[in-house]
């Protein structure tokens, strides 16, 4: 098995900052279509909105007491092992009300440990009194970037992490590509995708400076393509823009909709849809990748 520097599953950060992009989508029909080749697979819904927690039908997590996701990332990292929920195609760790709290929270983090490389004569422990679960102790290193890492580091048994993230840039964000390390990006073939591919790009060379990583492009999902020339456009730009990337095809369908409903994948539901052909092959040029060559399902 090949996973790069590292050992144990391969981690998937699925990211755009542009908000309706797919992102959940997709990550949760690439999860999906993993577990369809017989992977066991771990997916983290790291949006505070919580839409891949609902359309994976685990809306009850979301408004479950602590602890959860949230406490994983700022306080203990040990308590993911304890919020997994199994799926029927995959184990989840949902996100959760408190989550709208964890930008805040990360950002204090940050300030602490950015107090710590400065050596600034100020007690961080200041700055942790306007924290709910963050300390001075809990912080270690150059930025507080690492907590989806070590909190991952926790739990075993899968071959992938696939992280569905937020719709801005900010820590959360930053925290779920600092532990994959590895980005699908799912953008829509219109020509606002430009700018936001542009930022993106921008973003991930900033995070490599500031958090000492590489972070890999598996590639773009052109997502909810109709037939137009704008379509046919940006679908153009996006292979111009990443010709050492595979740029993935996916039509505009309601089956994707309709799965999202149903709580499952598309490969989890009855109905069959002519995108799951794309979403397999998303999964098995990520198998090749990874080192997953046999199809076991
Ligand atoms: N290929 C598609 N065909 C039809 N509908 C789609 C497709 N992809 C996404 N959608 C729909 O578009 C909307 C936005 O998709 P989704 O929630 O996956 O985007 P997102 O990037 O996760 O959004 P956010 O930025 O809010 O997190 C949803 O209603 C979803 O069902
Ligand atoms: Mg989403």
């Not at 001075?136 to 992490?161: F, N």
């Not at 730009?237 to 309709?258: C, G, H, I, T, Y």
């Amino acid at each position: 098995m090949n996973r790069g520097s590292t050992s144990g599953p391969a981690r998937i950060c699925v990211t755009n900052a542009k908000g309706g992009t797919g992102k959940t989508t997709v990550a949760i029909n690439v999860a999906g279509a993993l577990s369809d080749r017989g992977r066991d697979v771990l997916f983290v819904d790291l949006d505070p909105q919580g839409n891949a927690t609902e359309g994976l039908g685990l809306v009850d997590a979301y408004d479950a007491q602590p602890p959860s996701l949230f406490d994983a990332l700022t306080g203990d990292p040990g308590v993911l092992a304890e919020i997994i929920i199994e799926h029927e195609e995959m184990d989840v760790v949902p996100s959760n009300i408190d989550m709208l709290q964890a930008e805040h929270e990360l950002t204090i983090a940050d300030l602490i440990a950015r107090i710590d490389a400065r050596g600034l004569d100020i007690d961080p422990s200041v700055l942790s009194q306007f924290a709910i679960n963050v300390t001075p102790e809990m912080v270690s290193g150059s930025h507080a970037l690492d907590t989806l890492d070590r909190a991952l580091d926790t739990v075993t048994g899968y071959d992938y992490v696939i992280i569905d993230s937020p719709p801005f840039y900010g820590n959360l964000t930053d925290t779920g590509v600092f532990a994959a390390q590895h980005v699908l990006v799912p953008a829509l073939a219109e020509a606002t995708s430009e700018r936001a591919i542009e930022l993106l790009m921008d973003q991930m060379v900033a995070l490599e400076q500031q958090a000492d990583i590489q972070v890999e492009m598996l590639g773009v999902v052109a997502n909810r393509i109709e037939t137009t020339s704008e379509a046919e456009t940006m679908l153009k730009w996006f292979k111009a823009a990443f010709p050492d990337s595979p740029v993935w095809q996916v039509r505009k369908r309601v089956a994707l909709q309709r799965a999202y409903t149903e709580g499952k994948s598309i490969f989890g539901t009855e109905e069959q849809c002519d995108m799951a052909d794309v979403f397999s092959d998303i999964a098995a040029r990520f198998d090749e990748k990874f080192g997953y060559n046999k199809v076991t399902a």
